[in-house]
C-alpha cells in the first residue's frame, strides 16, 4: 500500500466538494440556500469534469417549499445533514428539543477547512489516517485528507461540523460529527446520528446480518421497501440480532457485479442504521446511536461526538465490497502491532474442562499441547475466587487459592517453562450478586432502584459510566497483566442490559447511561491495550453478542461464535466475512458430539472449517486429544503452516448453496491458494460441478501441493476447478485430485494450489 501524492479532497469556488481517490468519488455542493446538498457517491468523477446530473428544482406537485422557495423542497432534494420540520419529512440526521421547547432547526453552510490525515475521535474509538498508525511514521502523507464542514443554525446557536475522510488506498468514506451548543441555555439532544446518504432514484436490494446466540452472521436479503426498514439494538451492545452493517445493493447485484453501497458503525452498543424510500424512490440510509430511549442535556459551550461511520463502495458485487472492508479493518482499524502478525495455535480449556480447571489440570492440558505442537494454553472460566460454576463470583478478580494455590500467574509461569504462551479470559463489566465485589459497592452494576433486576447467566452488568468502576477494572486487569506472563486475553461479556440506570448519574442524565457505559467501556479498553500493547486481546461476548468494528479497534480479534459445530459455522463465517477479514476470526475444534447442537463431524471436517479464520487451535479434552492424536497433530501443523496466509490472505466467498459452501484464500504474495470445499449432505450420483476461481493470476501456473496437475491461473478463473462429488461406487482410485468425498454426511475437502 503506498500513499499518494495527489490531492483528495477538492473545493471548487462555488463550494462543490469533490472528495476523490482513483476509484471513487462523493461529491457534494452548498446550495445558494446554504443547504449541504448531496451529489454523488459512487464511480470516480474528476473534480475538474461537468457534473450531468445533481440535486434538481422543477415544479413537482409537492407542497412543501423550503423557505417558500419555488419549487425548493427539500423533501426532494439529497442532502448531507437533514434536518426535521422545515420541508424534509424524512428521517433526519439530528433531532434537537431547543431551549425554547421546540425541535425545528436549519442548519447552513458556515465555513470549511481540509487537513491533511484523519483526526481521531475523542473518547471513541475511530479508523486511523494513515497505514503507519502507532507505528509511528509521517502523519503528514497523502493517506488520508479529512474535510471538516461547519454548519449553524443561528437562531438556536447550536453548530455542527461534520467529519468526512477519503483514503487514497481504500474505497472508504468515514464520517461523523460533533455537535456543539454555543447558546446560553441547555438543549436536549434526541437523536444525533453519524451519517445519512441519500442514494440516486433505483431499484435496490438490501443486505444486512441477523442472529442470535450460536447462530450469529446469518444473511439476510429484500428488496428495499418503502417506508422504513431498521436494524438496531436495545441491549447496551451492538449484539447478535443485528450487527451494525447493513449493504444496500442495485437490484440483481450478486458476489462478483453490481453496485453495493456498505455503511458499518464504529460502535459497540446501542445503534440504529435505517434504510428509507419514500414517495419519490428517494432512498436515504441513516446510521448512528439508536435514537430510540436516548436523550442527551447539552450545556452551553459543551460538544457531543457522534460514533464514526464508514460508507464503503463498490461497483463488484458484495465480494468487491467485503474486499474493501477487509483491507481496511487490517489496515486502518485494527490494532497496528498485530496488523500481518500470526497468531498462534492454542488449546482453551473451555470445553475441555468446563469450571474443573486448577494449577493440575492447567498443567496436564500444557503437557498434551506441547506434545501435539500447540503454541499457546488458554485458561478460560473458572479460575479466579470461589468461581467453580457461573452463579458466583464474578467482579472478584482474584485467584482461587483452592484451585490456584500459588496463584495463576505460578502456573501460567511454570507453562510458560514449557515453551507456551499463555492466556487467560476475564469478564470485567460483569458481577454476580454471590460476590465480594458487589457486596461491597452494591451501587456499583447498573440499575434502577426499587425494582426487581432481570438476571443473564445470574449475572448483573457493572456502571462503566462510573469513573471508579471503570478505575477499579483498570486495576485489576493491570496488576495480572503487569506480571509480564500473560500473551493474550479473552475479553468475554455474557449479558446485555436491562434496568438501565445509575446511581452515579441525577435523575434527568438516566438516558445516558447506555451511552457513558460506551464511553466507560472504551476509556477500559483503551487504557489498558495502551498500556499492554503485545498482549493479543481477543473480543468475546457470548461468541458474537459485540463483534463490531468499535471493539476491533482496541481487540484484533473475536470469538466469532459459541457455535463449534463445523455446520453450523459455514453460514457464520460466510455471513460474517461480508466485513470482516480472516485475520478477525477465532475458531477451534470443538469436541463430538458438538456440545451445541449434538452434531458428530470428523476431525477433518472441524479442522478444514477451523481452517478459515486466524487464531486457531483446540477445546478438548485429554481423552478426545488422545483418541484423534495424529489427526490433531496434523491439524496443528496445517495451521502452523499457514498462519501467515491467514492474517494478510485475500479471502473469497466462491459458492454458498444449501449443500455446499466453497471458500477460496490467496496468500498475500500470490503463491499459495487454499479452497475449501464442504458438501453437508450426502447424496449419490450428484452432477460433476466446478467452481470459478477468482484474483489469481491469469498468465501462471497453479500446481496442486499434493498431486502432480498444473493448472493455468486463467482455466482456474473462467474454466473453474472439480469439485469432489461422492463416488457411491467407490471403485475409481483416489490419485485424481477431487479425490472424492468420503461416504456420508459432512464431508470436506480442502485443496492447496501452489503457484510455479
Ligand atoms: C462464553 C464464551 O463465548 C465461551 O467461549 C466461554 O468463554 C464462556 N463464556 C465462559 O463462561
Known amino acids: 500500500m503506498s500513499a499518494s501524492n495527489k490531492s483528495l479532497v477538492f473545493v471548487s469556488e462555488d463550494l462543490v466538494f469533490n472528495l476523490s481517490n482513483e476509484n471513487v468519488s462523493y461529491i457534494f455542493r452548498v446550495s445558494p440556500e446554504g443547504i449541504l446538498e448531496h451529489i454523488h457517491f459512487g464511480g470516480a468523477i474528476a473534480p475538474t469534469h461537468g457534473l450531468a446530473a445533481g440535486p434538481r428544482r422543477e415544479f413537482r406537485c409537492t407542497v412543501l417549499e423550503f423557505q417558500g422557495i419555488k419549487n425548493y423542497s427539500l423533501d426532494d432534494t439529497p442532502q448531507e445533514y437533514p434536518l426535521f420540520g422545515t420541508s424534509d419529512t424524512r428521517q433526519p440526521a439530528l433531532h434537537v428539543v431547543n431551549s425554547d421547547g421546540n425541535s425545528t432547526n436549519t442548519f447552513l453552510y458556515k465555513s470549511h477547512e481540509v487537513v491533511l490525515d484523519k483526526p481521531l475521535l475523542n473518547g471513541l474509538p475511530s479508523a486511523r489516517g494513515n497505514t503507519l498508525g502507532n507505528k509511528g511514521g509521517d502523519q503528514k502523507s497523502n493517506d488520508s485528507e479529512t474535510l471538516l464542514l461547519t454548519l449553524v443554525d443561528q437562531t438556536s446557536e447550536l453548530e455542527v461540523t461534520l467529519r468526512y475522510t477519503i483514503y487514497a488506498d481504500h474505497d472508504v468514506i468515514a464520517r461523523s460529527a460533533t455537535i456543539r451548543n454555543c447558546g446560553s441555555k441547555e438543549v436536549l439532544l434526541h437523536n444525533a446520528l453519524s451519517s445519512s446518504l441519500d442514494l440516486p432514484q433505483s431499484e435496490y436490494e438490501l443486505v444486512h446480518l441477523r442472529g442470535s446466540w450460536s447462530r450469529e452472521f446469518e444473511q439476510e436479503r429484500m428488496d428495499v421497501p418503502h417506508g422504513r426498514f431498521v436494524i438496531d439494538s436495545t441491549r447496551g451492545t451492538s449484539s447478535n440480532a443485528h450487527n451494525p452493517f447493513l449493504a444496500v445493493l442495485s437490484r440483481g447485484a450478486d458476489e462478483r457485479k453490481g453496485d453495493v453501497y456498505g455503511t458499518a458503525l464504529m460502535y459497540s452498543g446501542n445503534f440504529a442504521i435505517s434504510v428509507e424510500k419514500n414517495e419519490f424512490e428517494s432512498v436515504r440510509v441513516s446510521a448512528g446511536i439508536n435514537p430510540f430511549n436516548f436523550q442527551w442535556r447539552l450545556q452551553p459551550e459543551e460538544e457531543f461526538v457522534t460514533p464514526e461511520s464508514l460508507q464503503v463502495f463498490s461497483s463488484e458485487g458484495l465480494s468487491g465490497m467485503s474486499h474493501v472492508w477487509h483491507g481496511f479493518v487490517n489496515g486502518m482499524i485494527s490494532p497496528p502491532q498485530f496488523d500481518g502478525v500470526p497468531r498462534p495455535t492454542y488449546l482453551n480449556s473451555w470445553e475441555a474442562a468446563y469450571f474443573d480447571v486448577s494449577h493440575d489440570v492447567v498443567l496436564g492440558l500444557a503437557d498434551k499441547a506441547k506434545s501435539l505442537g500447540v503454541e499457546m494454553l488458554v485458561l478460560d472460566d473458572g479460575w479466579f475466587a470461589g468461581r467453580d460454576d457461573d452463579t458466583s463470583s464474578l467482579g472478584d478478580w482474584f485467584s482461587d487459592p483452592k484451585k490456584f494455590p500459588n496463584g495463576v500467574e505460578e502456573t501460567a509461569r511454570l507453562v510458560k517453562q514449557k515453551g507456551l504462551k499463555f492466556g487467560l479470559w476475564f469478564e470485567p463489566e460483569m458481577v454476580n450478586k454471590e460476590s465480594q465485589l458487589y457486596r461491597d459497592h452494591p451501587d456499583w452494576l447498573i440499575h434502577v432502584p426499587n425494582r426487581t433486576l432481570s438476571t443473564g447467566r445470574y449475572q448483573h452488568t457493572l456502571d462503566l459510566s462510573r469513573t471508579e468502576v471503570v478505575d477499579y477494572l483498570y486495576a485489576r486487569l493491570d496488576s495480572f497483566l503487569s506480571s509480564g506472563l500473560i500473551d493474550y486475553v479473552k475479553w468475554d461479556m455474557n449479558r446485555v442490559m436491562t434496568e438501565v440506570g445509575s446511581a452515579g448519574l441525577p435523575a434527568e442524565r438516566q438516558l445516558e447511561v447506555p451511552h457513558r457505559y460506551m464511553l466507560g467501556l472504551y476509556s477500559l479498553v483503551e487504557r489498558i491495550t495502551t498500556k499492554h500493547p503485545s498482549v493479543l486481546f481477543e473480543n468475546c461476548a457470548s461468541g458474537g453478542n ?106 473469497s466467498r466462491i459458492k454458498y448453496q444449501d449443500n455446499e459452501v466453497c471458500w477460496q484464500l490467496i496468500s498475500k504474495d500470490g503463491r499459495r491458494v487454499y479452497v475449501g470445499y464442504y458438501h453437508i449432505l450426502s447424496a449419490p450420483n450428484l452432477p460433476y460441478r466446478r467452481a470459478k476461481l477468482v484474483g489469481l493470476d491469469s498468465s501462471a501456473q497453479y500446481k496442486l501441493e499434493h498431486g502432480n496437475q498444473v493448472f493455468g491461473g486463467d482455466a482456474l478463473m473462467t474454466l473453474g476447478i472439480d469439485l469432489p462429488y461422492v463416488d457411491a461406487m467407490q471403485h475409481q482410485d483416489d490419485t485424481d485430485y477431487t479425490n472424492h468425498l468420503e461416504k456420508g454426511d459432512f464431508t470436506s475437502r480442502l485443496i492447496v494450489l501452489e503457484r510455479t
Not at 596 to 611: I, L, Y
Not at 623 to 642: C, F, G, H, P, R
Open 546 to 651: 459485540r463483534f463490531d468494528l468499535g471493539m476491533l479497534r482496541y481487540m484484533s480479534q473475536g470469538w466469532v461464535s459459541d457455535m463449534c459445530d463445523p455446520i453450523g459455522r459455514l453460514s457464520i463465517i460466510n455471513g460474517a466475512s461480508l466485513l470482516f477479514p480472516l485475520s478477525t476470526l477465532a475458531s477451534y475444534i470443538g469436541p463430538v458430539p458438538n456440545h451445541q447442537n449434538g452434531r458428530q463431524t470428523s476431525v477433518k471436517m472441524r479442522t478444514e472449517v477451523g481452517f478459515f479464520a486466524s487464531a486457531r487451535g483446540l477445546s478438548l479434552n485429554e481423552e478426545d486429544l488422545n483418541a484423534s492424536e495424529d489427526e490433531i497433530k496434523d491439524a496443528i501443523k496445517l495451521y502452523k503452516a499457514s498462519a501467515q496466509d491467514m492474517v494478510d490472505g485475500d479471502f
